[in-house]
């Protein structure tokens, strides 16, 4: 999704160059983050299924003794820190995945209000990039799953 959002990037830079319009660039920018928000949006269910399933000991088939002792790290507290951390990762990136697509497909397209207005963009676009940096890098998965698995 993020390649195609590039290129759109990229072809819409290099028509407002020539003087063309940017259309075309920015509806493949505008389907590369719909289809980032669609895939966000099956994460978040996928998971969000798999956690209520998890904490009402729910699950989709019975597991033997054994296997089920393998879901003993998911009540780590470690476990929970990065569970908790990608959860508000997630809901960051769709938050400004929803700012980007509304922003590119209103009618005003370039030329908006939503699009030119620096503070919208400060916090729902970057703002929320750096968030999701700052907690990947206080809830690293890798760090907190060596001990666990």
Request: glycine share 10%; net charge neutral.
């Amino acid at each position: 999704c993020l390649i195609v959002q590039a290129v759109g990037g990229a072809m819409a830079a290099l028509e407002v160059n020539k003087g063309k319009s940017v259309s075309g660039g920015g509806n493949i920018m505008l389907v590369g983050i719909a289809a980032q928000m669609v895939f966000i949006a099956v994460y978040v269910a996928c998971a969000g299924e798999f956690f209520l399933r998890f904490l009402a000991n729910s699950p989709v088939q019975q597991v033997s003794t054994v296997s089920a002792q393998k879901l003993g790290p998911l009540a780590d507290g470690k476990m929970r820190y990065m569970i908790m951390g990608l959860m508000f990762d997630a809901t960051c990136i769709f938050i400004r995945s929803v700012y980007r697509t509304i922003e590119l497909s209103l009618s005003d397209g370039w030329a908006g209000i939503i699009i030119s207005t620096q503070v919208y963009f400060n916090v729902l676009d970057g703002g929320m990039v750096t968030l999701t940096i700052c907690t990947l890098n206080l809830a690293h998965p890798g760090s907190l799953l060596k001990e666990s698995v």
